[in-house]
């Protein structure tokens, strides 16, 4: 009975071993490496955003894909890179739901609102990790710095 327990003990242990090398070598070596530390960006007035004028890759999960940002910091399709608009018909505000992660810009809710909505300048002003207090921070620097938006959807 002892060596049969012993065996087992033994077995645990070389099986444990053996995953957390290969877990540290598919984290380390494997896998992709993630732009996310390069548009993901400390903000003094509001804690974080996107960089501005973004335009590269991100892993959610096993699904690689690309974001691309405006001249403001919101996440928007690869054509409006270069967009600089500070004057919104709408804008969007939530945390990682709303700004779409995981997803292409025309594949979030705020992407296919403003495909069917052509008429109007959307901007998405969500950001994963984002907070009420974070929302509330990040609009009044906004109307402070010359933004303006004639509505504002918020997305707690």
């Not at 390069?38 to 959610?60: C, M, Q, V």
């Not at 967009?83 to 992660?101: C, L, M, V, Y």
Request: charged fraction near 20%; aromatic fraction near 18%.
């Amino acid at each position: 009975m002892k060596k049969k327990i012993l065996f087992y003990c033994i077995l645990f242990f070389i099986i444990s071993v053996v995953f957390f090398v290969i877990d540290y070598l598919y984290t380390n070596y494997l896998r992709a490496p993630t732009t996310e530390i390069d548009y993901r960006i400390p903000n003094k007035e509001y804690h974080h955003t996107l960089a501005s004028s973004f335009n590269g890759y991100d892993d959610w999960g096993y699904n690689r894909y690309r974001v691309c940002t405006d001249k403001n910091g919101f996440k928007s399709s690869c054509d409006k890179i270069n967009s600089s608009n500070k004057k919104f018909d709408i804008g969007f505000i939530g945390d990682s739901f709303t700004e779409g992660i995981g997803r292409l810009h025309e594949d979030t809710f705020v992407g296919q609102f403003a495909a069917n909505h052509k008429n109007l300048e959307i901007a998405n002003l969500g950001v994963a990790s984002y907070s009420p207090t974070i929302y509330l921070a990040k609009l009044k620097w906004m109307l402070s710095n010359g933004y303006s938006f004639k509505h504002i959807y918020v997305f707690i």
